[in-house]
Nanobody, 115 residues
Framework: QVQVVESGGGLVQAGGSLRLSCAAS????????IGWYRQAPGKQRELVAV???????HFVDSVKGRFTISRDNAKNTVYLQMNTLKPEDPAVYYC?????????WGKGTLVTVSS
């Protein structure tokens, strides 16, 4: 069974940094980690950053220049480096993976930013 586990969230001051990790496991075959989404209270889940197997990435405009995404294929892990965190960044951050045409979400990791 495919499992997706996010980690690295926490409380940080505005302007600070956090690095989130997403690890996928549960199959000998490759599980494709798509990227990161976030959902703030009362808002819809939104795409933050995605990365393909070749390393090409796409970011939502609000995080461009502040967030980077990378992957370690050997560990089947994707990272989201978040710098210069702003008061509008707090949310539960979710990792999306896809395996054999089915999407799998982790339980999320909470990011809180204090002003």
């Amino acid at each position: 069974q495919v499992q997706v586990v996010e980690s690295g969230g926490g409380l940080v001051q505005a302007g600070g940094s956090l690095r989130l990790s997403c690890a996928a496991s549960g199959s000998r075959d490759s599980i494709n980690i798509i990227g990161w989404y976030r959902q703030a209270p009362g808002k819809q889940r939104e795409l933050v950053a995605v990365i393909n197997s070749g390393g090409d990435s796409h970011f939502v405009d609000s995080v461009k220049g502040r967030f980077t995404i990378s992957r370690d294929n050997a560990k089947n892990t994707v990272y989201l480096q978040m710098n210069t965190l702003k008061p509008e960044d707090p949310a539960v951050y979710y990792c999306l993976s896809r395996f054999r045409g089915t999407d799998y979400w982790g339980k999320g990791t909470l990011v809180t930013v204090s002003s």
